[in-house]
């Protein structure tokens, strides 16, 4: 048994969740259920991004306390994810004490590697990302990220010096030691790292209040990114407790567009501190709606509630984790959403579990015993390489396979073979069509059962129901089908 540790981005309170923040989730969680059904132990950690300028002023703008604004907020984040059927085993609040706390014991840590400067240039206070002329001038002095201009700053700093790990980061990018995933992304990084200068992490009090406070500096708060990303390793115990248990982390989740403070900033930060990189960072592509980044002023933002309240959990994990694919941008359109669980889960899969348990309900037939399944070495390989989406498509063929089978097979002629039989007293041929039609139900049953131990990491809870229907003494389907049409 081995330990697992998997992490996920720290969402800004500033809003609440849309659909795009459900994949960090979805992702880790599908992991986590595999890892476990390996038999490793799983530790799973996710939380909220509480401090920096985006929150505080958003909270200023509605005239509320920031401190009962972040509290709202964050709990719709952790809603949310129960919603989403995912249970981590840590959650992190970055303005919890123990966490401030432990921030300033790292930032003393890498204090021979931080000093201080004075910085005059650009900001996005959406990306809260110090920006260089160059990319001011390529973007024409606005965020595309954000739509938003970049804000002059003219302000003393402390400065982390990157460049003394540059080597080591480009080595352990370079021979995978730290895996970038997609691994195109990772020849993007490496040329990031070469222009990356050293990193301002802290602010003026006087621009930030809402922040860490620099150890042995009253008049600096930490910058928002040092203080998130340490979430990581201050959530296992860092520095007061020994984290190598668990660290380094085996998968860290992010979306594309932290990539770079993951790959640059973080593994600098963990080098500082004598600590190893992690195993592999899994960058995910963007949900798209209606073909469009989502924004409030485009107005096509979609509330994940709604698309969970519209066809329920499965449904919604069915389709973020399939038809968004795993490293590419995707589309999510109200169309796409109920053609997949009309045409996938209803017809596909709901029918199949249907019409099957139907006949073998004919039959009396008792559920398979003693199932065990089957060792899928394809499936594993999609899921070892994190490519979910691609996984449950070949989960999915199978899934098409069966029904193919049934039709094919016909079981429901060798059932009129056996009433013939049985209407002409023919007993040989009555106990030979029996056989013939219940072992080919078996059959089906015991591929029925295979597909379901795929479909259990993505689909937890149809999965048992696959797996209590055709394990039970007596086989009989659903009083309800497991995805109902037309609702
Ligand atoms: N607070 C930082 C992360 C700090 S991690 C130490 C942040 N927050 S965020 O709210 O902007 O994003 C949180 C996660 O959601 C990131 O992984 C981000 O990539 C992801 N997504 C945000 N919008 C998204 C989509 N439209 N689609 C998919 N994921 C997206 O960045």
Redesign the pocket.
């Known amino acids: 048994m081995s330990k697992v540790y998997l992490t996920t981005?720290?969402?800004?309170v500033n809003g609440a969740p849309?659909i795009?923040?459900a994949?960090?989730y979805l992702l880790a969680d599908t992991y986590a259920r595999y890892q476990k059904s390996l038999g490793n132990e799983v530790r799973f950690q996710a939380g909220t991004?509480e401090h920096g300028n985006k929150i505080y002023k958003k909270a200023e703008e509605l005239g509320q306390p920031v401190e009962s604004y972040v509290a709202e907020n964050t709990q719709k984040f952790r809603d949310f994810i129960k919603a989403l059927g995912v249970d981590p085993t840590d959650f992190i609040h970055t303005t919890d004490e123990t966490h401030m706390r432990r921030c300033q014991e790292i930032w003393k840590k890498m204090a021979d590697h931080i000093y201080l400067d004075s910085y005059e240039g650009w900001y996005c206070d959406g990306c809260e990302r110090f920006v260089t002329q160059k990319e001011y001038d390529d973007n024409n002095g606005v965020c595309p990220d954000h739509n938003k201009p970049y804000t002059k700053l003219r302000e003393e700093n402390y400065y982390f010096r990157v460049s003394d790990f540059k080597d080591q980061i480009r080595q352990a990018i370079t021979d995978k030691a730290m895996l970038i995933l997609p691994e195109f992304r990772a020849k993007e990084m490496l040329a990031l790292l070469e222009d990356t200068p050293d990193v301002s992490v802290s602010r003026p009090v006087s621009q930030l209040q809402w922040g860490v406070p620099v150890p042995g500096d009253d008049s600096q708060v930490m910058y928002v990114w040092v203080d998130?990303?340490s979430?990581y390793i201050t959530v296992l115990g860092y520095p007061d407790q020994d984290i190598s248990d668990f660290w380094p982390a085996s998968v860290q989740f992010?979306?594309?567009?932290?990539l770079r403070?993951h790959t640059i900033i973080w593994p600098a930060m963990l080098l500082a501190l004598g600590l190893p990189l992690p195993k592999t960072i899994h960058s995910?592509?963007?949900?798209l709606s209606d073909g469009q980044?989502?924004s409030k002023s485009i107005g096509n933002v979609v509330d994940p509630m709604e698309v969970l309240d519209r066809f329920g959990l499965p449904a919604f994990r069915y389709f973020f984790l399939r038809h968004i694919d795993t490293f590419a941008d995707s589309d999510f359109t109200w169309e796409k959403y109920e053609s997949a669980y009309n045409n996938e889960l209803a017809n596909d899969l709901g029918n199949l579990v249907q019409r099957l348990a139907n006949l073998c309900k004919k039959q009396k037939m008792s559920g398979i015993k003693n199932f065990q399944p089957e060792q899928d070495n394809e499936y594993r390989a999609l899921m070892d390489s994190l490519y979910f989406s691609r996984a449950l498509d070949y989960a999915w063929e199978k899934v098409q396979a069966i029904n193919k089978e049934i039709d094919d097979s016909k079981p429901w002629e060798l059932a009129k073979v056996l009433r013939e039989a049985a209407a002409a007293g023919d007993e040989a041929g009555s106990v030979a069509a029996t056989k013939k039609l219940e072992s080919t139900l078996e059959s089906l049953a015991t591929k029925l059962l295979n597909v379901s131990y795929l479909l259990e990491p993505f689909l937890p809870e149809t999965a048992t129901k696959i797996t209590e229907i055709f394990t039970a003494a007596e086989i009989a389907p659903p009083a309800t089908p497991l995805f109902p049409k037309n609702i």
Not at 9 to 12: D, E, F, S
Not at 254 to 258: E, Q, W
Not at 284 to 287: A, I, K, R
């Open positions: 981005a720290i969402p800004y849309h795009g923040h994949l960090d991004d998130a990303l979430n992010v979306g594309k567009d932290i403070f995910h592509g963007h949900v980044k989502m």
